[in-house]
C-alpha cells in the first residue's frame, strides 16, 4: 500500500526520549507512514540507538538547527504530505490518521497543527495552534489553558511544527524552512509565507499528542533562545511584511520591544535580547524577503487583520492565565 506521509522527527542528543516516541508512533492505528529521523550530530548514543534499532535516519555531521534538520528531510521526502514532530512527543494512537483527514479536506490547506497537550499535565494545553501578533510576539494559542476548551477546528495563523503535516508540494512555491533562523520562529515564518500565497493553517483538536516541552533547549528561557528569538523576530518581520505595512506597524513593534525588554530584564536576560535585536538589524538584509505583489492586497490586509484580532487574543489568554 503506497505510503501518504513521512515523518519527520529532528533529534538533537534526545536519546532519552526516542523510546517513546518511536512506540507511540508504532501504536497508529494509520499504517501508510514511514518514519525519517535526521540527527543533528547528536553525541548521546542517539545514533547508536537509531542503528541498534534500524529505524531509517539520517545523520548530519554537525548541529544544523531545526529548520536544517527538517528541511534535509522534507527533501528526502516522496509521500505527498508530512508530518513535523519533535522528539518529545508521545502521540496518540489516531494522531497520525487524524491529521492526514484534515489536510485531505482542501487542496488549500497547507498545514494542520495538532491539539499539543503538556506532557506532565493533561489538563493543559501546550499548544493550539500558533498565533502572531501586532506587537511583534508570536505566541502558543491555549499553552496553560484548560485542554477541554479548545476542543474544536479553527484556522490559525501558523502551525506548530512541533507537531503538525504539511503539504510537501507547496514549499516548492513558497519556499522552504528559513535555515538562517537556526531554530525558533521558523514555523512563524513559513506558516506567513503560506498565508501570503493564499493557503490556510488550520488546528484539528482530534490529532492529539503529549508534549515535554523545551526537550532540546533544556528550559523555557535561557540566553541561547532568548537571543535567537529576538533576532528571527526581526527576520519575520522583514521577510514577510512589505515597507507600507512595517511603516503602518512601526509604533506597535516598537511597544512590542520595549515591553519584551522590561520582561527580559526582570529575569536577567535583557542583555541577551538587545544582543538578538542588534544582530538582526544588521543580518537582515541577507534575508530572502517575499516578494511585493499589487495581486495580493487583499491577502497582506487579511493578515493585519489577523495581527490586530491576535493581540486581543494574546491579552485575552494572558489574563486567563493570571486568573487561575
Known amino acids: 500500500m503506497e505510503q501518504k506521509v513521512t515523518i519527520i522527527i529532528p533529534n538533537y542528543n534526545g536519546r532519552v526520549f526516542l523510546e517513546p516516541c518511536m512506540k507511540a508512533l508504532n501504536n497508529q492505528r494509520f499504517k501508510r507512514f514511514s518514519i525519517l529521523v535526521v540527527d543533528n550530530g547528536s553525541t548521546d548514543g542517539s545514533r547508536e540507538w537509531l542503528k541498534e534499532h534500524q529505524i531509517p535516519a539520517v545523520f548530519l555531521p554537525e548541529n544544523t538547527g531545526f529548520s536544517g534538520a527538517v528541511n534535509t528531510g ?15 512527543t508521545q502521540a496518540d494512537p489516531d494522531y497520525v490518521g487524524e491529521l492526514v483527514r484534515a489536510i485531505e479536506r482542501s487542496p488549500k490547506i497547507f498545514s494542520v497543527s495538532s491539539r499539543m497537550i503538556q506532557m506532565n499535565r493533561p489538563d493543559l494545553m501546550d499548544d493550539a495552534g500558533d498565533m502572531y501578533s501586532v506587537l511583534g510576539w508570536a ?8 485542554a477541554a476548551r479548545y476542543n474544536k477546528p479553527c484556522r490559525v495563523f501558523a502551525a506548530c511544527a512541533g507537531a503538525a503535516i504539511y503539504r510537501r508540494q507547496v514549499f516548492e ?17 513559513v506558516g506567513y509565507r503560506a498565508r501570503i500565497h493564499g493557503y490556510d493553517n488550520i488546528y484539528w483538536p482530534a490529532a492529539k499528542v503529549f508534549h515535554v516541552g523545551s526537550g532540546t533547549s533544556g528550559s523555557k528561557y535561557n540566553s541561547f533562545k532568548v537571543r535567537l528569538a529576538a533576532r528571527n523576530n ?12 512595517l511603516l503602518l506597524n512601526l509604533f506597535p513593534i516598537t511597544a512590542g520591544i520595549c515591553l519584551k525588554y522590561w520582561f527580559f530584564k526582570k529575569r536577567g536576560f535583557e542583555k541577551d535580547y538587545v544582543d538578538g535585536l542588534k544582530e538582526g538589524l544588521r543580518t537582515a538584509g541577507k534575508c530572502k524577503k517575499v516578494p511585493f505583489d499589487r495581486k495580493r492586497l487583499g491577502r497582506y490586509a487579511a493578515i493585519e487583520w489577523e495581527l490586530i484580532a491576535g493581540t486581543f487574543l494574546y491579552v485575552y489568554e494572558f489574563s486567563r492565565r493570571k486568573l487561575r
Open 74 to 88: 522534507i527533501r528526502q521526502a516522496e509521500t505527498p504530505y508530512v508530518i513535523l514532530l519533535n522528539n518529545d
Open 139 to 146: 505566541y502558543q494559542r491555549g499553552v496553560g489553558q484548560p
Open 234 to 245: 526581526v527576520y519575520l518581520n522583514y521577510k514577510n511584511m512589505p515597507g507600507i505595512q
Open 173 to 189: 512555491e513558497i519556499g522552504y524552512f528559513d535555515e538562517a533562523y537556526f531554530a525558533y520562529l521558523e514555523d512563524i515564518d
